[in-house]
């Protein structure tokens, strides 16, 4: 049972828990008034009526850019006739420079609500748009954190440093200008959201490099110094060997590939999480866990984009820690982005069950305690009494075996839609209901057509 130190201020039966790999019938959990769970008891007499369905811990979304989920239809039809993640990113630029500080609350606040329901309870938004439109403020932070707190999604924000347009200091092309600041900024800005989210509030700080494309490694290195000891900053990421252009362009410039830089230089630990990986060799993935590094992987972004998928059976085997992210949020589901995962390594392979192991068959059981535990790591975070809720109408869980109600949610399940959510003891969505629901679908759907309209009038006169 999990055991955690603290007084109960309540209790919560629920009907079918998943607990650290078992699966407990009329489970009470009682909650302290920090939010996180005091212990767990089954047996007669549950204190309160069970709330009804497959409950599981909530995962962390550890990959998230907030703004991009207004792009996915935008970003279907051929850009020219070899289309990819770098013709992808033009349009991604066409939006991130006309959001207005509302326009980016609206389509968070959307996009957080969606993730609720999809079985995240926690996000971290790697935040490289900090100053909008014209304003010479920051406060893109306050966007995403009252989009945040509408919808009650655990928040852990990462101000990202964005130098360049590629390796060698190139300057940055005009579309990457919102994203960009000098060091002593980004430093300046730091100490201004250390402010604003100060520790044990409900907006959590880490800090991000976008990529070694977009920042130096000297200044990595020296940002890195002066911030990671720093008790606010609880984790560190950075986007990796996305592309084979970006591990061609490392060599040339470093030589070495993008994860063997950043070992060289000292720069990975258990506080660090590395997103993607995709060309990464196994040799690198090793050295990712030696350091005890976190592998974020966003398998739905990742097909979207046509980035591919590294080779995981060894990294996972071996007990690498690894998340999932919903990166651009073309999916916004986390059982559906755990299938994606699995679904895209026995498209590579050409075998089925890759992703299992030889004491852990079932592969929806294996990838959710992996992402559960890799997603807390990456973030910085202890377990909360995080709890998500789906039906019996989602997928045919009820008529299996318990041995195979993740495998029914994960792979049978088109998208499973969270009936009940609670996030560190307070209930968000109750009987599928959301409280700020109308007004966020409302403002989002104002918001959305109105970008539309000057994103497409953009796309024609390039
Ligand atoms: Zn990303």
């Given at each position: 049972?999990?055991?955690?130190?603290?007084?109960?201020?309540?209790?919560?039966?629920y009907a079918?828990?998943?607990?650290?790999?078992?699966?407990?019938r009329?489970?009470?959990?009682?909650?302290?008034?920090?939010?996180?769970t005091v212990d767990?008891?089954?047996?007669?007499?549950?204190?309160?009526?069970?709330?009804?369905g497959l409950?599981?811990p909530g995962?962390?979304?550890?990959h998230?850019?907030a703004?991009?989920?207004?792009?996915?239809?935008?970003?279907?039809r051929a850009?020219?006739?070899r289309?990819d993640?770098?013709?992808?990113?033009?349009?991604?630029?066409a939006?991130a420079g006309?959001l207005?500080?509302?326009?980016?609350?609206a389509?968070?606040a959307?996009c957080y609500?969606e993730?609720?329901?999809?079985?995240?309870?926690?996000?971290?938004?790697?935040?490289?748009?900090?100053?909008?439109g014209?304003r010479?403020?920051l406060?893109?932070?306050?966007?995403?954190?009252?989009?945040?707190?509408?919808?009650?999604m655990g928040?852990?924000?990462?101000?990202?440093?964005?130098?360049?347009?590629d390796?060698g200091g190139a300057?940055?092309?005009p579309g990457q200008?919102p994203f960009?600041?000098d060091?002593?900024l980004f430093l300046e800005?730091?100490?201004?959201?250390?402010?604003r989210?100060?520790a044990?509030?409900d907006v959590?700080?880490?800090?991000?490099?976008?990529?070694?494309?977009?920042?130096?490694?000297?200044?990595?290195?020296?940002?890195?110094?002066?911030?990671?000891?720093?008790?606010?900053c609880?984790?560190?990421?950075i986007?990796?060997?996305?592309?084979?252009?970006?591990?061609?362009?490392c060599?040339?410039?470093?030589?070495?590939?993008?994860?063997?830089l950043l070992?060289?230089r000292?720069?990975l630990?258990?506080q660090w999480?590395?997103v993607?990986?995709?060309?990464?060799?196994?040799?690198?993935?090793?050295?990712l866990?030696?350091?005890q590094a976190t592998l974020?992987l966003?398998?739905?972004?990742?097909?979207?984009l046509?980035?591919g998928?590294?080779?995981?059976?060894?990294?996972?085997?071996?007990g690498g820690?690894?998340?999932?992210g919903s990166?651009s949020?073309?999916g916004?589901n986390?059982p559906?982005?755990?299938?994606?995962?699995?679904?895209?390594?026995?498209?590579?392979?050409g075998?089925?069950?890759?992703?299992?192991?030889?004491?852990?068959?079932a592969v929806?059981?294996r990838?959710?305690r992996?992402?559960?535990?890799?997603?807390?790591?990456?973030i910085g975070?202890k377990?909360?009494?995080?709890?998500v809720t789906y039906?019996?109408g989602?997928g045919?869980?009820?008529?299996?075996?318990?041995?195979?109600?993740?495998?029914a949610?994960?792979?049978?399940?088109a998208?499973?839609c969270?009936r009940?959510?609670m996030?560190g003891?307070?209930?968000v969505?109750?009987?599928?209901?959301?409280?700020g629901?109308a007004?966020?679908e409302?403002q989002?759907?104002?918001?959305?057509q109105?970008l539309?309209?000057?994103?497409?009038?953009?796309?024609?006169?390039?």
């Open positions: 049972m999990q055991q955690e130190a603290g007084t109960a201020q309540q209790a919560v039966t079918n828990l998943w607990l650290d790999g078992r699966w407990l009329n489970a009470t959990v009682r909650i302290g008034g920090d939010g996180n767990v008891a089954t047996g007669p007499g549950p204190a309160t009526a069970p709330v009804r409950t599981v995962l962390v979304d550890a998230c850019h703004f991009q989920r207004a792009l996915g239809a935008w970003t279907q850009a020219g006739t289309d993640f770098w013709s992808w990113r033009e349009t991604m630029y939006l006309r207005s500080r509302e326009d980016l609350e389509i968070t959307r609500l993730l609720l329901r999809g079985g995240y309870t926690s996000v971290a938004e790697f935040l490289y748009l900090h100053r909008l014209e010479r403020s406060d893109a932070d306050q966007a995403v954190a009252a989009a945040a707190r509408r919808t009650g928040l852990t924000l990462l101000p990202t440093l964005y130098q360049h347009a390796f300057p940055p092309w200008l960009v600041r060091t002593t800005d730091w100490q201004e959201l250390r402010r989210y100060p044990g509030g959590g700080l880490g800090i991000a490099f976008h990529s070694l494309r977009a920042v130096d490694i000297d200044t990595i290195a020296r940002v890195h110094q002066g911030l990671h000891a720093d008790p606010q609880r984790c560190i990421h986007h990796v060997a996305e592309q084979p252009a970006e591990v061609a362009g060599l040339r410039q470093h030589g070495a590939t993008p994860v063997a070992a060289a000292g720069l630990s258990p999480a590395l993607h990986a995709t060309h990464a060799t196994e040799a690198e993935l090793s050295q866990r030696t350091a974020v966003c398998p739905t972004t990742e097909a979207d046509g980035d998928c590294p080779p995981l059976g060894a990294f996972l085997d071996a820690a690894m998340a999932i990166d949020n073309i916004r986390a559906n982005e755990l299938r994606a995962l699995e679904w895209s390594q026995r498209l590579a392979r075998r089925r069950n890759v992703l299992s192991s030889a004491n852990d068959p929806a059981d990838l959710f992996i992402a559960l535990h890799g997603g807390r790591r990456a975070a377990a909360r009494a995080d709890f039906d019996a989602e045919d869980w009820d008529l299996q075996a318990s041995e195979d109600y993740l495998s949610l994960v792979f049978d399940t998208a499973p969270a009940q959510v996030i003891g307070r209930w969505i109750r009987d599928g209901r959301h409280p629901e007004q966020i409302a989002y759907r104002e918001t959305l109105r539309r309209t000057h994103i497409q009038t953009g796309k024609n006169h390039d």
